[in-house]
């Protein structure tokens, strides 16, 4: 019978498995390494292996724990890095009634626009959410309604735009929002239109928070991933 030429750590490369007189049948374990099934990623066309993927353009992609089987929604390592602690964070109140998925803390002058596009993306997602334009009556006292809607929800997301960080210089009603904020565990920054760099400069403090950031993928898909992490497995 014919021997292995690489018996313990395996063929790294196909051609080498050719020219092994005992694996050049074609199988798809050469030796004793075994190389990960692959199959086409349903978001595109990428390769997806279990645990990770590498796309056709060269990018990677990780697949959280709290990420169901089959999902087609996409994470870089450090998307799952800075939301795997917010996951902890909030799982003892995912299965605590009538909350919020999402409070979303924003600037006024985003109400019509990116904070909007991010409320409606995530509506649509099933994923409820505090949104001032909604859920301040008229005539309410706003800082006690904002109080409220924090304490009834499951995570805070802050969409930090050019607008939100001339609010918080300014010491507007945003400003109250995030300090609340900064206060609990439950907190995703979004960057979008602006950069942590710009961030820090002006919140140190909310800068140092791990988040998101469109510059890194699109506003769908970061509602898509908020979706997941605040469903219950």
């Not at 060269?58 to 917010?86: D, F, Q």
């Not at 510059?215 to 992490?229: C, D, R, S, V």
Request: with cysteine; glycine share 10%.
């Amino acid at each position: 019978m014919a021997r292995c030429t690489a018996p313990v750590n395996g063929h790294r490369t196909a051609s080498g498995a050719a020219a092994c007189p005992a694996c050049s049948g074609g199988s798809r374990s050469y030796g004793s390494h075994s190389y990960p099934s692959y199959s086409s990623s349903a978001s595109g066309g990428g390769i997806r292996s279990t645990g990770s993927a590498r796309t056709s353009g060269g990018g990677s992609s990780t697949r959280p724990k709290w990420s169901p089987a089959g999902s087609s929604v996409a994470y870089t390592p450090a998307e799952v890095r800075s939301l795997t602690p917010v996951r902890t964070s909030i799982e003892p109140r995912l299965a605590l009634p009538d909350l919020r998925d999402v409070f979303l803390c924003h600037a006024w002058d985003d109400r019509g626009g990116a904070a909007k596009e991010l409320h409606d993306l995530l509506e649509s997602s099933n994923v409820s959410v505090w949104f001032s334009e909604k859920d301040v009556r008229l005539g309410t006292p706003l800082l006690r309604e904002i109080d409220k809607g924090l304490a009834k929800s499951r995570v805070g997301i802050v969409l930090v735009t050019p607008a939100l960080l001339a609010r918080i210089q300014r010491e507007g009603i945003a400003d109250k929002e995030l300090s609340a904020l900064l206060a609990r565990d439950q907190l995703v920054p979004i960057v979008h239109g602006t950069t942590y760099e710009a961030l820090r400069e002006i919140s140190p403090l909310l800068g140092s928070r791990s988040g998101l950031s469109t510059a890194e993928g699109t506003m769908a898909n970061i509602a898509a991933q908020l979706a997941e992490l605040i469903a219950v497995e």
